[in-house]
């Protein structure tokens, strides 16, 4: 599974906005360490930084002095459409001054090889391979005058998953899709207002939370304030993974901190998977939190049986195969104190593949455990997702085609234990018809191809 992206948007005439947009960037590095970059506009051009790497690699004191003006918007990246290349970074600009506009997506558009074939016949060209530059140009191929109705014109014709910040020469939007599926929300700094994928990075940044942007809502800011537009919610289809592995802890989604939610997470499994065992312990730092929820409601005692080197990052969003287990070896270390003898209770977020958690067993095993007994936040993974998580195809999802106890042999457990859907929607405390839950069900929000293919835009671009 990987990793979903992070935008930001300020509108603020008297703030540094590209140093703040560094700084909400930052905030936001979990969602994407593939590539950053921010747009700045100053009413007249639009400034461009955008590079591969971290945020902290890409940007430094001269190019934050380069990007001028009253209005910013920022973005990092995981592909989840087009390949990890340097020409797919984003945001994208198209055009300058009065007419042109930058974007930064968060999401994946399900009709996008539809739209670029049309849209090429329009003569539109492209440069990317991403479907935010079919964004892009769908939104310049409208018919309407202003912007707000060229923006609910590609509205109209998009589907799929889709949160945007939106720079003109004069205002800042932000754009959620009619099912909500990835977040937004809205927060207020001195003089101006922000965009951003997670209230965290508005924290980081002194902002106060305003609201979240509603699906199917555009929010026009500029120097009158902010204007809203609806084009109309669709079924509520909020990504559930936000809660078990995406979002910050210390982030609020739809009124509910992700720290909670993953506790409660936690407890849930020791009341459907009770065992006998001397220690619990969260697998850092996704699981750290549900595994103290795990031993609260167990009694089982809390300890660290991993240390984690937190300057290698995700091995869930490496782009790779074998950079990921490359990168499994490089980011814990077991501690034989802790584990020697015991039975281990190891609290995760989900698996997926199946070919990162036996590594994180024998780690275990081989430091002393005498028995691991694996419990996941997430249920089993039996399909892949189309909606901004390049999940897998589903032929690589160990749980389309094994049991539990097939699983737990897989990997190597004396136990094996997920999570229910309904123990799930229970620890987040929200409606189950708040939620796409496909990833579990199958049952996706909208119809979807069994298999779509990441790189189609490239294949296509090739063949013409």
């Not at 979240?212 to 109309?232: F, L, Q, R, T």
């Not at 312990?281 to 699981?287: E, H, L, R, T, W």
């Not at 990997?411 to 094996?416: C, H, N, V, W, Y």
């Amino acid at each position: 599974m990987h990793e979903s992206c992070g935008v930001f948007g300020i509108y603020a005439p008297n703030e540094d906005v590209a140093r703040l947009t560094f700084f909400g960037l930052f905030a936001l590095q979990h969602r994407g360490q593939e590539s950053a970059g921010i747009a700045t506009t100053n009413g007249k051009r639009f400034q461009l930084c955008a590079d591969m790497g971290l945020v902290a690699q890409v940007f430094n004191e001269e190019s934050l002095a380069n990007l001028t003006g009253n209005i910013a918007i920022g973005h990092n990246r995981y592909s989840t459409k087009g390949s990890s290349y340097k020409t797919n970074v984003q945001p994208i600009l198209a055009g300058d001054g009065a007419k042109g506009l930058a974007l930064a997506h968060n999401g994946n558009i399900i009709n996008t090889d539809y739209l670029y074939k049309e849209l090429r016949e329009q003569g539109y060209h492209f440069h990317t391979s991403s479907d935010s530059e079919v964004i892009v140009n769908l939104i310049l191929s409208s018919p309407e005058k202003s912007w707000v109705n060229r923006i609910k014109y590609a509205m109209n014709r998009l589907k799929g998953a889709y949160s945007l910040a939106i720079m003109t020469s004069n205002v800042l939007f932000g754009v959620r899709d009619p099912m909500g599926i990835r977040p937004l929300c809205l927060g207020g700094i001195d003089g101006g207002f922000v965009l951003a994928s997670e209230t965290c990075a508005l924290d980081h940044i002194g902002a106060h939370f305003i609201r979240e942007v509603e699906p199917g809502e555009i929010v026009a800011i500029s120097k009158n304030g902010i204007d809203s537009y609806s084009v109309g919610k669709e079924k509520s289809a909020l990504c559930i993974f936000e809660y078990i592995y995406f979002a910050r802890p210390d982030s609020i989604i739809n009124g509910r901190r992700i720290y909670q939610a993953r506790q409660n997470m936690g407890a849930g499994l020791a009341d459907e998977h009770p065992v006998d065992a001397d220690l619990v312990m969260g697998v850092p730092d996704s699981a750290t939190v549900a595994g103290m929820g795990y031993a609260q409601r167990s009694g089982i005692p809390l300890g660290e049986g991993l240390i984690k080197n937190r300057y290698v990052g995700r091995t869930f969003i490496e782009p790779h195969q074998r950079l990921r287990e490359i990168g499994v070896k490089m980011k814990f270390n077991p501690l034989p104190e802790i584990l020697s003898g015991k039975r281990v209770v190891v609290v995760d977020d989900s698996i997926v593949r199946g070919t990162t958690t036996p590594q994180v067993i024998r780690l275990l095993r081989k430091a002393g455990a005498k028995e691991v007994h694996m419990r996941i936040c997430a249920p089993p993974l039996k399909h892949p997702c189309f909606f901004g998580v390049d999940m897998a195809t589903r032929q690589e999802l160990i749980a389309a085609h094994n049991t539990v106890d097939e699983i737990r042999d897989v990997i190597g457990a004396d136990s094996l234990g997920f999570l229910s859907v309904e123990g799930l929607i229970k620890a987040v405390n929200l409606s189950r018809n708040v939620f796409c839950l496909a990833c579990f069900t199958g049952d996706y929000p909208v119809p979807v191809q069994l298999e779509m293919n990441k790189l189609s835009l490239e294949t296509m671009a090739i063949s013409q």
